[in-house]
C-alpha cells in the first residue's frame, strides 16, 4: 500500500528562513526519482534547486510561482511503494547521534541527509478552514478561536468536535485520505499541556507573549513537535479573523456609536487595524485593507489608501513587499546605518594614464583585463598598507578585529537586485586572475547561479556605480565591513595636466568607513594612495 510522505522546504543554510518559489520542476502526478530536483526557489542569497528525498508519485504541490515560503512549511506529497528506499525518510531503528536527532531535510546543493524518527504533521487550520466556511447560521455569535492540542482532535479521528460549527455529519476529505500509518502516528502526540513548551527561539516566545497566544495550547508543526514562529503567526491569524467575523455577526443589531467604541484584540479601533487572514495556499498570514471576505481576501480596496502620504478618498495605493533579494538588502543596508557610525571622504582623479595603461594590456592576444580588476588590484595592494580598514568590529566582545585575507565583494546590479559577489584572496591574485574571477561572478549574478557561499564573507567591498552614468555618492557600508570604495563614471573633463589646462579622463572616488575602525587619517592615507595609483599606474609597481 503507498504512502504519502510530506517534504517540507528543508534548511537552505546561512541562516535563511524562506524563500520564494520561481518554478516548479514537476506537476501533480509526476513520477520522481530519490534527489530529483522538484522545484526551483529563489532566496535572498541565489536561486537554487530543492531535490526531492523521496521516489515515487506527486500527489500535491503547495504554493505557486511567485509564493513565499517559509522553512519546515511544506512543498509537496509524494506517494512511495511499501518497499520505499532508505533515503525517502522512514525511520531505522538503531540509529542515533545527531543524524537521528535532525529534521530529515535534505541538505541543499548536497543531497539527501540521514533520515532520522519523523512524525507527521498535524494541520490543525483544516479544522480552521472549516469552520471559516461555515454561514452565519451556524452559530457563528458562539465560536471561539481555534485551540490547538497535541493530541488528535474530533475532526483529525472522523468524531464530531464539540466546538465545531460544522454541520453534523460534514465529511472531511483530508481525514478519509489519510493514510492509516500517518494516523497511527499522530495518535501518538502527547497532549499539549502536558509537560514543558516545546520552544527553543525567544522570537517565537515573544512573538506569542506580544499577540497574547498560549503556548501550551499550540501543537508544533517542526520536527518532533517543535512550535515553530510560523504556528504561532497562523494562531495569531486565525483568532484575529475568528473576532472579525464574530464581530460581524454580533454587531448587526448595535447602535453605531456602541459599535464605534469596540475595541479589537490589538487594542486599536476596527477602522484602524486591518484584519489578519490566512494564506490558503501557503499557511501565511498577512494584514489586508477594507473588509474582509470569508472565502477569498480582496488585495488592496478603497481603503487601501488609508493613511498613506498623499492619499485621496478611493485612491488604491501599491503595497510591494519586502522579500527575497529586495528584503534582504533592506535589512542589511538598515542594519549598517543602525550600528555603524561611518564618514565619507571623496577625491577626484586624473585615470587617463590608467586607461592607457589598461590599453596597452588589452593590445596583445587573450582575455581583456577590465577597469573593476585594475581597481581591484589598487585595493589589495591599499588594504596591504592600512590593514585597518580590512577588519570588522565584533560588537559583543567591543573588539576589532583585522582580518588576515582580502575578501574583495563588488556591488552588482541585476534583474533580481543589487548583490555582491565576493572574490576570494584577492590580495594573492594577479590582475589577470582578478579580471578572470570577476568576470566569472558577474556572469554568474546575471544568469541567477551564483552560490551562497559566493554572497558571503567579504571583507572589502567596491561599488562601481559609474555604470549609472553618475559621477558620486556616498556607499553605504555592507555590514559587516568597515569600509567601501566607490568610483563613478569617467568622464572628459577639464584639468591642469604638467600646469597647462587640458582635456583629461576624470573618476570620482569616495570612501564610506567605519570610524570606530579608524579615523580620517588613515582613512585619507588609503584613498590618496588609490588615487596616485590610478592617476601614476607605475606607483603600483612598489605595493607588488
Known sequence: MAVVREFVLPDLGEGLTEAEIVRWLVQTGDVVAV????????TAKAVVEIPCPYGGVVTALFGDAGEEILVGRPLLTVAVGPQEPAASGEERPGVAGPAAEGSGNVLVGYGT????????RVRPDRAGGAAAAAGPGSGAGARRPPVRSGGVSGAESGMPAPDDPAEPGRQRPEVSAMPAAAAGQEGGHEGAGD???AVISPLVRRIAREHGVDLRTLAGTGPEGLILRADVERAVAEASAWAYSSRASTTVHRNPADEAREVRLDGLAPEAAPPWVPSRRSGQSGPVDGPVDTEQAAPGGAGAAAGLPGGAPGAVGARIPLRGVRGAVAAKLSRSRREIPDATCWVDADATDLLAARAAMNAGAGPKVSVLALLA?????????YPELNSTVDSERNEIVRLPAVHLGFAAQTERGLVVPVVRDAHARTTDGLSAEIGRLTEAARTGSLKPAELTGGTFTLNNYGVFGVDGSTPIINHPEA?????????PKPWVHQGELAVRQVVQLSLTFDHRVCDGGTAGG??????DCVEQPAMLLRAV
Open 483 to 491: 569600509a567601501m570604495l566607490g568610483f563613478g563614471r569617467i568622464a
Open 526 to 531: 588609503f584613498l590618496r594612495f588609490v588615487a
Open 35 to 42: 534527489d530529483q530536483p522538484v522545484v526551483e526557489v529563489e
Open 113 to 120: 541527509a540521514a533520515p532520522g524518527a519523523r512524525r507527521r
Open 377 to 385: 588590484r589598487i585595493c589589495a595592494a591599499a588594504l596591504a598598507r
Open 195 to 197: 509537560g514543558p513548551v
